[in-house]
């Protein structure tokens, strides 16, 4: 069991170029979702879905597109990096979304220069 | 809207005393409270979390917390610190009389054990 996935761990992009962050779990879960944690502001809701062939908006969501591919797998597009998109992005699922326990991907690392 | 603060951006404590990492939230209804854990350059961990019931809360490695609805608090306690403790600690909260589900998660506090 990996548990939650992520791809890539790290990566740098050019300001204007576009990338997508790939995000997998192996535990039938329901829901999934994306986050950004920057220093001193925590964790922020990027999109998430709450079953598959849904998705909603989160907190943050201004500058990225996902998509829920099957019920496993849940990406995170940027079409159009720009530097304040450098952060940590967090993948995470639950088996529904309430009021369950969220688990957690290991994070990419990504730097807009 | 629901809301969740953490006071402290770091705590301080020497390694076998207790420690309390502080956590005050604000929701419309009856909350879902949970405490996570993230160590360096990881993702984070689910400690414990409270529902319904008992107000002290136990989960993984030691820690427990006490829910204390006149304070609208929820803090994370540890009898004896160990130095292997030291990471950082997020709380969150969930609404459970409506609206969004998605919880909200306070900034995080970094904990030091020093050894």
């Known amino acids: 069991n990996a548990g939650v996935t992520q791809t890539p761990k790290f990566q740098v992009l050019k300001t204007g170029q576009s990338m997508t962050l790939q995000c997998a779990q192996d535990?039938?879960?329901?829901?999934m979702y994306w986050y950004r944690q920057d220093p001193g502001m925590g964790l922020r809701l990027i999109y998430y879905?709450?079953?598959?062939?849904?998705?909603d908006k989160g907190e943050v969501p201004n500058g990225y597109n996902v998509s829920r591919l099957n019920k496993r797998e849940f990406s995170l597009r940027l079409e159009s990096a720009a530097p304040s998109q450098t952060s940590v992005y967090f993948c995470?699922?639950?088996?529904?979304?309430?009021?369950?326990?969220?688990?957690f991907g290991p994070g990419t690392r990504l730097l807009v220069l | 809207a629901q809301s969740v603060a953490q006071p402290e951006d770091q705590v301080n404590v020497a390694e076998g005393n207790p420690l309390t990492v502080k956590c005050t939230y604000s929701?419309?209804?009856?909350?879902?409270l949970f405490w996570y854990v993230q160590y360096p350059n990881r993702g984070l961990q689910f400690l414990l979390k409270?529902?319904?019931?008992?107000?002290l809360v136990k989960g993984s490695y030691g820690f427990e917390a006490e829910f204390n609805k006149s304070q609208t608090s929820f803090h994370l306690k540890k009898p004896s610190a160990l130095v292997s403790d030291s990471a950082l600690y997020f709380c969150?909260?969930?609404?459970?009389?409506?609206?969004?589900?998605?919880?909200?998660f306070g900034r995080g506090t970094s904990l030091i054990v020093h050894p």
């Open positions: 995470a699922s639950s088996e529904a979304t309430v009021p369950e326990t969220q688990y």
């Open positions: 535990m039938n879960h329901n829901s």
């Open positions: 879905s709450a079953s598959e062939g849904t998705t």
């Open positions: 929701v419309s209804g009856n909350p879902y």
């Open positions: 409270y529902i319904t019931g008992d107000n």
């Open positions: 969150a909260v969930r609404d459970y009389s409506g609206g969004s589900y998605i919880p909200t």
